[in-house]
């Protein structure tokens, strides 16, 4: 926080909305792909079992468990609680998302991504949308990041149960 | 001079006294909200597991996936339509959906060729159907009616007719995204196949196979059919290549296992 307090005036009107800015879009999106995914849970466990990456064992577990893990993480930074706890673990999953991906591009499997339900079936030209969903992971783990790194806004219940 | 100099000595002993006061204040305040920050993130990153375990066990109750379900009689492995003889040398799994538009490419392109094989007592094809583009018939779950249908046909009036349905249903696909054919439809269609209506009506409509097509569809999923069509030729999967691409592979796969 010494940097905010040595940074010029104007940086300091305007640097603490960037963890509003990113706790919204992150939480945001968070909660879009857990809340799309909770209807069907046999199909998000053939969407992780899709991607050919983890044991039988423990595929259908992390499919039922993913959507509500994805909800909850996307509530408490939308409304600003545990900020850095939330972003740690944002960060893993999303670096878990892009390693998934690129290595189902890598193997030349045509898959959906199943980030926002659906998935565990094909894909038309399942290829060409890899790189852009992995360029949006990645876009969310900077905002994720950005948030490990600042975890304090306005607007967060933080504020309010953890003052500093 | 002296007093003054005693003055100003006192002075700066209290300053120091009261500023060692406000450090070891500052310091156990520190501590307090350090203790607080602790205790509020281990009681929130608890009630948040809390929540993910139940959520978790809800949801696996809400996933009939693998619940026992009688298969119709008549499958071959569970999940297969047969067409031709069991005895066959040549098995040919062709997993499908019945809403899935490569799907019914393939069946128009290649179901008179591998017809000749079946006649001939070469092949036995093995129609492993799926149901995951349940969400692409507007929420009519077309897929799981359709399979359904033909699990009942097959139970009621055995497999040369669960064929006949299989192909009609192909001959009548539905463009994906729409709710496709109706249950009275499939009803209309059984029994163009050769089911009885009195028998099939009821299991059609209620859907008396659902679990058998939902633990088909995940077994199918365990089985590698991530994308469908996808065709097996006596256990070698063929590559997913162009309907046109995939139906000369296919006749040259089994030309190829013929040979063996």
Same mark, same amino acid.
């Given at each position: ?6 940074? @010029? /005036?104007?940086?300091?009107?305007? *640097?603490?909305w960037?963890?509003? !800015?990113?706790? $919204? #879009?992150? %939480? ?26 983890? @044991? /039988?064992?423990?595929?259908?577990? *992390?499919?039922?468990?993913?959507p !509500?893990?994805? $909800? #909850?993480? %996307? ?17 893993l ?5 892009v390693v ?8 030349? *499997?045509?898959i ?9 079936g094909?894909?038309a ?12 992971d ?27 | ?12 002993h209290a ?27 281990a009681?929130?990153?608890?009630v ?5 375990a139940i959520?978790?066990?809800v ?10 379900a ?13 067409r ?64 359904n249908a033909?699990?009942?046909?097959l ?8 064929v006949?349905?299989?192909?009609l ?5 539905p ?14 269609l ?32 365990q ?38």
């Open positions: 926080m010494t940097t905010v307090e040595t940074a @010029p /005036e104007t940086r300091r009107a305007w *640097l603490p960037v963890g509003v !800015f990113a706790r $919204l #879009l992150v %939480g945001g999106v968070w909660i879009a792909a857990g809340l799309l995914k909770i209807p069907d849970p046999a199909e998000n466990v053939r969407a992780v079992r899709a991607y050919r990456l983890l @044991p /039988e064992a423990v595929v259908p577990t *992390l499919g039922h468990s993913l !509500f893990v994805e $909800l #909850l993480l %996307g509530l408490c930074l939308v409304i600003g609680l545990l900020v850095r706890v939330n972003a740690v673990l944002s960060c999953l999303l670096v878990a998302f998934g991906i690129a290595s189902a591009w890598a193997r030349g *499997l045509q959906e991504c199943g980030c926002f339900g659906g998935g565990g094909s894909a030209n399942a290829a060409e949308k890899y790189p852009w969903e992995i360029a949006r990645f876009g969310l783990l900077l905002s994720s990041a950005w948030l490990v790194w600042r975890p304090r806004s306005p607007w967060a219940l933080d504020n309010r149960v953890l003052p500093e | 001079m002296t007093k003054k100099q005693s003055r100003a000595t006192k002075q700066a300053q120091r006294a009261a500023e060692r006061a406000a450090a070891i204040r500052a310091e156990s305040e520190r501590k307090e909200r350090r203790r607080r920050t602790i205790v509020v993130t009681v929130v990153i608890g948040l597991t809390l929540v993910v959520a978790t066990i949801q696996s109750g809400r996933d009939t996936t693998g619940e026992s009688t298969p119709p009689a008549g499958v071959v492995d569970t999940y297969g339509l047969p031709g003889s069991d005895g066959a040398p040549v098995t040919v799994e062709i997993y499908e959906d019945f809403m899935c538009p490569f799907c019914g490419d393939l069946e128009a392109a290649a179901t008179d060729m591998l017809v000749g094989y079946v006649d001939a007592g070469d092949v036995q094809v093995q129609y492993k159907m799926l149901s995951f583009l349940d969400r692409a018939s507007d929420g009519s779950d077309y897929s799981t009616r359709a399979m033909v699990g009942v046909v139970d009621t009036a055995g497999p040369e007719a669960a006949r349905l299989h192909d249903l192909y001959e009548n696909q463009a994906e995204g729409t709710p496709g054919l109706d249950d009275d439809q499939l009803v209309a059984a029994v163009e196949a050769g089911a009885d209506e009195e028998q099939v009506r009821g299991p059609i409509e209620d859907r008396a196979f659902e679990v058998w097509v939902k633990n088909a569809t995940d077994q199918a999923n089985d590698g059919a991530t994308s469908t069509p996808y065709v097996v030729v006596n256990d070698e999967p063929l590559d997913q290549v162009p309907t046109e691409q995939l139906v000369a592979d296919l006749e040259a796969a089994i030309e190829a296992a013929k040979a063996e």
